[in-house]
């Protein structure tokens, strides 16, 4: 595993957490409390990115998550009861900016930028939070009270090591196990309180067994627990373990610091002879010390991750490459002409059970990239909760459908127009008065849904809000303004609503945070156009409005009508072609630029000719030999000339090689190709890419 | 003659072995083809196959020496006709085809015949005068058999202009 793979772990892992982390801040929030399972959730993950932060070497981030593990800590050993209600809007808050800090800094460490150095304030929040909260702490809390679980065995008052045991004064501790049976352990840590002694102050240190000199039962709760030892200073306990490493009969040790941390300095022995830290031991009994102190408080989030692996996209790419190889070469081989005439029966059973297996591979292989879009979905969780503060609006945000499954470069790429499109419902469509949505007989906190919806070949995606709904007046004025629409014609409600999209159309006159900026409903529409699905808008004044995405469920494969001009074959999109029609030379008329027409159905549309346009050595020019296609995307509708129909078949997309992108093929409404039955490759068309090029030329 | 080509060519994969590095590589390996009455070498490091016969389809608004893009093995992969691309004219019978493979670019080569494979010393490596730049080369050397004359293809500037 080369150093940049362990990054990328590092980065997919941390991120994974950040998510994890995020939506259980959330939820609590809404709880206004965190349950202890969240609370020990928290500080497994803190103390995962700690770890890792650490091995790293990104020590700003391994301070922060150390002290936020801090924080947990405390707050996990006495329950949320430890924070009163006024310092919890304050635990949630930096809990979340801690999350888009830990963002932050891994964008940067993606982009292998330096990172922050300068966390002092940050860390500084995070002590005056934990102040605050061990300020209210009761006294009782504060002083080491052993937990539940303890050993039964050993004297209640010295039960198993406890994490809160220790001495904010005498932070930095070292806790030192004699080898099994070696005898006198109260002597032998008597032996090295002295030659600690040595070179350290006795008011700057304290040990635990205190009587080991006299007391000889003491050797047994060594034997247990240890010899704990407290340092005032860490130079103190750094010169110590020299001390300790050459001491007779000292089977290991390990220092930690007194807000408990997993143990970080060397180890001397195998770690197989290392009981587990402090920290972790909550139960009487001992974890392989070499598990995380996470392993003591399994969870089932944990169990689940175990069943999945994370692999990378293009391998998934090759599979369905490969599988959509196999598929084509199954039916090369069942179908050849050689078998043409031949009564093969066993040869047509196996074939027809090759089919179904190639049929159930092709299934399987698509469902790996499948992937739910609830991630997505939960991000506006998010951005909901912020700028309901911001905005100092009430609003909910209700998921239906959360669980429903896309192809995986999909959900990468609606996450942005989802994303705009709530921010545009929080910002202009619920109402910035509460009384004004009383006065209309609404629930004073608003609502805001986001579904998503698996029709079998396309998902739909609805954001809808109840909020004020489009005012059609103030939008076609605004049109007007713009220059988008004219003032001298009427338009319908769907197409004032229709001028929403229109590119640099923002009803919003000023310019916020969160919208507005310029771009507006138009990059929401390209961008699920891009994906070869399609936006709408309805609302109702007054009563919200909501705006449907249907995109379809994977663009890996398509649905498309193949026509053939001369020897070349193309692939047209199936959602682009209205219909196709035979039609004489005089149903051709011209126009003043030698243009080409055609009238269907009482409007005018062009004509472009595919051999004229892309110019193809072979094909059809007479108009009755051919046949035309009624092509429509989006606003634009023509018709394109070709020879022949061949069929619709569900082919599976290929980019076009890099080498070719060069020649920048796609603005000619080239964008891709396919791999026929027989081998050879069709051409796949973008009717929109088509005739804006055509139009230009 | 043979007996000590053959050393030569061990010695150079043993080299290949634990010396990746560009300078110290003293020989490298070249495939030598035919384009009209060019004796043309490529580095052998960027060739991934050599192939016979194939369905060419069309690919429209591309310059003309790219003739189209064909599947190999599901893999799509564009075709020059290197004659048009040095300006020469196209042969009617072409169907000879090295397939390059460039950091990641794929491409395939139409062209006349492939001759051999040679390795040949870096220092035989002459660069080119300049009052005669040729187009797309980047070097020449004599043939060690004496035969003639190997103009070494750039690769990059092949993909990039």
Excluded at chain 1, 29 to 57: C, L, P, W, Y
Excluded at chain 1, 486 to 510: C, R
Excluded at chain 1, 664 to 687: F, P, Q, R
């Amino acid at each position: 595993m080369s150093s940049n793979d362990i990054l990328d772990m590092y980065i997919y892992e941390t991120n994974t957490l950040l998510e994890q982390l995020e939506n259980i801040v959330l939820d609590a929030e809404k709880e206004n409390t965190f349950s202890q399972d969240n609370v020990t959730e928290i500080f497994r993950i803190m103390h995962t990115i700690k770890g890792s932060s650490a091995m790293m070497e990104f020590d700003t981030l391994a301070q922060v998550s150390h002290r936020i593990e801090d924080l947990f800590f405390i707050i996990r050993e006495n329950t949320m009861e430890v924070v009163s209600e006024e310092n919890r809007p304050a635990l949630f808050d930096l809990m979340l900016h801690s999350v888009d800090y830990f963002r932050e800094e891994m964008e940067k460490v993606e982009a292998e930028q330096p990172l922050n150095k300068d966390v002092d304030s940050f860390l500084a929040n995070i002590n005056t939070l934990i102040a605050k909260i061990k300020g209210e702490e009761p006294p009782a809390a504060a002083a080491p009270a052993p937990p539940p679980a303890a050993e039964p065995a050993p004297p209640p008052a010295e039960a198993a090591p406890q994490a809160d045991e220790g001495n904010p004064d005498f932070p930095y501790q070292l806790r030192v196990f004699f080898d099994d049976g070696c005898g006198m352990e109260n002597l032998r840590a008597y032996m090295l309180v002295t030659s600690i002694q040595g070179f350290c102050a006795e008011s700057d240190f304290l040990y635990e067994p205190a009587d080991v000199e006299q007391d000889a039962s003491t050797a047994e709760q060594i034997i247990d627990n240890g010899f704990l030892l407290e340092f005032k200073n860490p130079e103190d306990r750094e010169s110590a373990i020299p001390t300790v490493r050459t001491s007779g009969s000292v089977r290991s040790y390990q220092p930690h610091d007194y807000v408990p941390a997993p143990p970080q300095a060397v180890m001397p022995e195998p770690a197989e002879t290392t009981p587990p830290p402090p920290s972790a031991v909550k139960t009487a009994k001992p974890a392989p010390a070499s598990a995380p102190a996470a392993a003591n408080n399994p969870n089932n989030a944990q169990h689940q991750k175990e069943s999945l692996i994370s692999v990378n996209l293009s391998k998934l790419d090759a599979l369905s490459a490969i599988v959509g190889e196999i598929v084509i070469t199954e039916s090369m081989v069942t179908s050849s002409p050689d078998l043409k005439g031949l009564h093969l029966d066993a040869f047509s059973k196996s074939a027809r059970q090759l089919r179904k297996l190639t049929d159930e591979l092709q299934d399987v292989s698509m469902s790996l990239r499948m992937i739910p879009v609830s991630n997505t979905f939960q991000k506006m969780n998010r951005i909901v909760r912020d700028m309901c503060k911001k905005l100092n609006k009430q609003v909910k945000l209700t998921l239906v459908g959360e669980n429903t499954e896309v192809d995986k470069t999909i959900v990468d790429s609606i996450g942005d127009p989802i994303m705009h499109m709530v921010r545009n419902s929080m910002d202009h469509g619920i109402e910035e008065n509460v009384q004004d949505r009383i006065n209309a007989g609404k629930d004073p906190v608003g609502e805001i849904l986001l579904s998503a919806q698996d029709t079998g070949s396309e998902v739909i995606i609805q954001i809808s809000d109840d909020g004020g709904g489009v005012n059609d007046e103030a939008v076609l004025a605004k049109a007007i303004r713009n220059g988008i629409a004219s003032p001298d014609v009427e338009y319908s409600h769907k197409e004032i609503l229709n001028f929403l999209m229109a590119p640099g159309f923002s009803t919003n006159a000023q310019v916020t945070e969160f919208s507005g900026r310029g771009v507006g409903m138009d990059v929401v529409k390209s961008g699920v156009e891009s994906l070869g699905g399609s936006v709408t808008i309805t609302s109702e004044q007054g009563q919200g409005m909501t705006t449907i995405m249907r995109i379809p469920l994977t663009m890996a494969i398509m649905d498309g009508m193949e026509v053939s001009v001369g020897d070349s074959i193309f692939t047209i999109p199936i959602n682009n072609v209205r219909s196709s029609l035979k039609i004489t030379e005089k149903d051709i008329l011209h126009d003043s630029v030698n243009g080409e027409m055609v009238k269907l159905m009482d409007s005018y549309y062009p004509v472009i000719r595919a051999r004229e346009f892309y110019n193809l050595p072979g094909g059809a020019d007479n108009v009755e030999d051919g046949i035309l296609m009624w092509l429509e995307s989006g606003d634009i509708s023509y018709c394109l000339f070709v020879d022949e129909l061949l069929g619709e078949h569900q082919i599976v997309v290929k980019p076009l090689p890099t080498y070719v992108n060069n020649f920048d093929v796609k603005s000619y409404g080239i964008t891709g190709c396919s791999i026929l039955g027989d081998g050879s490759i069709s051409i796949i068309l973008d009717a929109k890419g088509l005739y804006a090029a055509a139009h230009i030329m | 003659m043979s007996a000590m080509k053959e050393d030569v060519l061990f010695q150079v994969q043993d080299d290949d072995l634990f010396l990746t590095d560009e300078d110290t590589v003293e020989s490298r390996k070249y495939l030598i083809f035919v384009v009209d009455d060019l004796r043309i070498g490529l580095d052998a490091e960027y060739v991934v196959e050599i192939l016979n016969g194939y369905t060419v389809t069309y690919l429209p608004m591309m310059p003309d020496y790219i003739r189209g893009i064909f599947n190999m093995r599901g893999q799509i992969i564009p075709m020059m006709d290197i004659r048009l691309r040095l300006g020469k004219a196209p042969l009617e019978e072409g169907n000879l085809l090295v397939v390059v493979n460039y950091n990641n670019t794929h491409l395939g080569i139409l062209v006349d015949a492939v001759e051999l494979m040679l390795d040949i010393p870096n220092e035989l490596i002459m660069p080119i005068p300049a009052q005669s730049a040729q187009k797309l080369v980047s070097g020449m050397c004599s043939l060690p058999d004496g035969s003639g004359t190997m103009l070494v293809l750039d690769c990059d500037q092949l993909l990039h202009e």
